[in-house]
């Protein structure tokens, strides 16, 4: 509305503008055509008298003349009333004639075009009240130092009659052009306003929770950019939101499995009565290991929540890699003997970095544990500590069982295992390389992964060693 009734604003404006110039130009150039035929009119009057000599007119010999029909030819011609004043502004001839007599003669007129025109001057003048033109010119007597006056008055009608049809036409053009823009500027701003009222929609029922939305893209105008964002915004929400269902499902579905055994197991020590105290130890021990199990669960969720809590969570501060490693493969060792896995490390060159050691070193302690989980008895993990003047890498290399190529890029989700049978026995919860994943990505790095099936799975690390 706003934009619409501006439009109209503006558009009326140049009209206003153009309809008060064109009227004035038109006016002055009648009013001027008019002088210049009373200025001629006038001329020949004046010469008929001074012809004549003007004393003689105004009665001031002894041969006076009458130049009453004279004018009155004049007036007749011309269509104009003609008054001819001596230099006491009294009346000598007047051609306006009602019952015979001449209306004003003999009676002295104060009329200030004919003051004037007794000065000597010349006055040309319309007077709109009564639509009259006025035109006094000065008459010099024969010695040269008086002068009388003529006074032309014609009437203007026929110019205001011709002013007021071209006002009235113009008035009606601009009325109808006036209307057209209206309805024209109608229809475009609600043509320009139309994919906001249609993006508003889509807004409205995104804050209701229905975050499938999507505007329809028309075009290649700014809407159609924007309404490209907007799509890409709300495919990404409903992700997020799709990522979060995901994760609360697999939550509860990784707690349920242990809660089960272990109801399963007491229930079985509930319903037999006089069991061997050996038999009641098995079972605990089992309960035991699922709680062990749902125990791991909980940590690793909560490690997870803290990365989530984005950067301000890090504690940065310069830490040695190469000292990192080893510490992690110190606390390994037991694990990697118990299964009987060869430990290698290879220390190329010492970095420091700016890094969240705690974070960081759970990080790579689950890619290497995986190596270790991951590798079949008599298989090594070799770790590898390098950097150029810019990256530090950490590489992890084992002889393991592999990842097929097709989950190469799933193994960062949360809880996602390549088999799930298999890898519950290794004690996982899949949620270690999600871990890894997003911590590694907050310190501003990124993890490769190359695998073959039953040869081995190489993880790269590559973290900046100065944060920008
Ligand atoms: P988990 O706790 O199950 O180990 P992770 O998130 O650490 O979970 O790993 C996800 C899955 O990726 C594992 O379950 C396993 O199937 C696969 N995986 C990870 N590392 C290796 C590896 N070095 N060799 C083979 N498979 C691996």
């Known amino acids: ?39 001629q009119s006038a001329v020949v009057i004046v010469n008929n008298i001074t012809r004549r000599g003007f004393e003689n007119i105004a009665g001031l010999t ?64 319309l007077r ?16 040269g ?27 009606r053009y601009s009325m109808i052009a006036g209307l057209a823009m209206i309805v024209l500027i109608i229809v475009i701003s609600n043509q320009l306003i139309a994919p906001v009222r249609r993006m508003l929609k889509v807004v409205q029922k995104m804050a209701l929770g229905q975050l499938n939305q999507r ?51 007491s229930e079985a020590i509930l319903l ?14 089992d309960v035991v290991s699922e709680v062990d199990r749902m125990t791991n669960i909980n940590n690793d969720l909560l490690a997870l929540v803290k990365i989530d809590q984005r950067e301000q969570g890090l504690n ?12 992690i493969l110190k606390r390994l060792t037991p694990l990697a003997e118990q299964l009987e896995i060869e430990l290698q490390y290879e220390n190329v060159r010492p970095v420091q970095i700016d890094a969240d050691e705690i974070k960081l070193s759970l990080a790579i302690s689950n890619i290497i544990e ?28 084992d002889t393991g069982i592999g990842i097929p190529e097709d989950e190469l890029d799933r193994i960062f989700n949360r809880f996602y295992r390549v088999d799930k049978t298999r890898d519950r026995e290794t004690g996982g919860t899949g949620l270690g390389l999600s871990i890894s994943y997003s911590t590694v990505v907050l310190h501003g790095g990124s993890i490769r992964v190359n695998s073959k099936l039953d040869e081995g799975s190489v993880f790269i690390v590559r973290i900046p060693i100065r944060r920008s």
């Open 272 to 285: 037999q009565e006089k069991l061997p105290e050996e038999v009641y130890r098995e079972f605990l021990r």
């Open 128 to 143: 709109r009240e009564t639509q009259m033109l006025y035109f006094a010119v000065p008459v010099p007597y024969a010695d």
């Open 316 to 327: 940065i501060q310069l830490t040695s890699i190469n000292k990192l490693v080893e510490d």
């Open 215 to 265: 505007v329809p893209i028309k075009g290649g105008n700014e809407y159609a950019i924007w309404g490209k964002a907007f799509n890409s915004m709300s495919e990404k929400l409903e992700q997020v939101e799709k990522t979060r269902e995901e994760f609360v499902s697999n939550v509860s579905h990784e707690l349920k499995t242990p809660l089960s055994s272990m109801k399963v197991l």
């Open 62 to 125: 002894d041969t006076p003349i009458d130049i009453s029909p004279a004018m009155e030819d004049f007036s007749n011609d011309w269509d104009m009333r003609i008054l001819v004043f001596n230099e006491g502004a009294t009346v000598i001839v007047d051609t306006n004639i009602v019952a015979m007599v001449s209306v004003r003669e003999g009676q002295t007129l104060i009329i200030p075009e004919v003051l004037y025109a007794l000065e000597g001057n010349e006055i040309f003048r």
């Open 370 to 397: 995986n190596g270790i989980k991951y590798t079949p008895k008599g298989g090594t993990v070799k770790v590898v500590v390098d950097a150029d003047h810019q990256f530090v890498f950490i590489t992890v290399q």
């Open 1 to 39: 509305m706003k934009l619409a009734i501006s439009y109209v604003a503006l558009s009326i404006l140049p009209l206003v503008i153009f309809y008060v110039t064109v009227m004035a130009y038109i006016e002055s150039h009648y009013l001027d055509e008019r002088e210049e035929e009373m200025l």
């Open 145 to 171: 130092e008086r002068f009388g006056a003529v006074l032309l008055v014609s009437s203007a009608e026929e110019i205001f009659s011709s002013l007021a049809e071209i006002r009235s036409r113009i008035f």
